[in-house]
């Protein structure tokens, strides 16, 4: 029997599945790096390593974690296809 690509075996999967609605945009100037929102983000996807915070939107969920725990409410999150 033939274990391979025809039953997903070794096939990653789509980064983020569509399904999103919503995505996060960050104030960097009002952003004090307490770096809150990286910590509780269930997928990992906030980037920490540059001046500023940026979030990987191929990986982010929309979940809105990221927004609720800053301590500076400097995360909004947007619909989808608009920008604050």
Do not use: Q
């Not at 725990?69 to 619909?79: D, H, L, P, Q």
């Amino acid at each position: 029997m033939f274990f391979g690509a025809s039953n997903g075996v070794g096939i990653l999967p789509s980064p983020n599945s569509g399904f999103r609605t919503l995505h996060p945009e960050i104030d960097s100037k009002a952003c004090i790096k307490c770096m809150m929102c990286w910590v509780f983000c269930p997928e990992g996807c906030i980037d920490k390593s540059g001046d500023h915070l940026e979030v990987d939107m191929d990986y982010c969920k929309g979940c809105g974690i990221c927004a609720a725990e800053c301590t500076k409410k400097c995360i909004k999150m947007v619909k989808d296809g608009e920008t604050e």
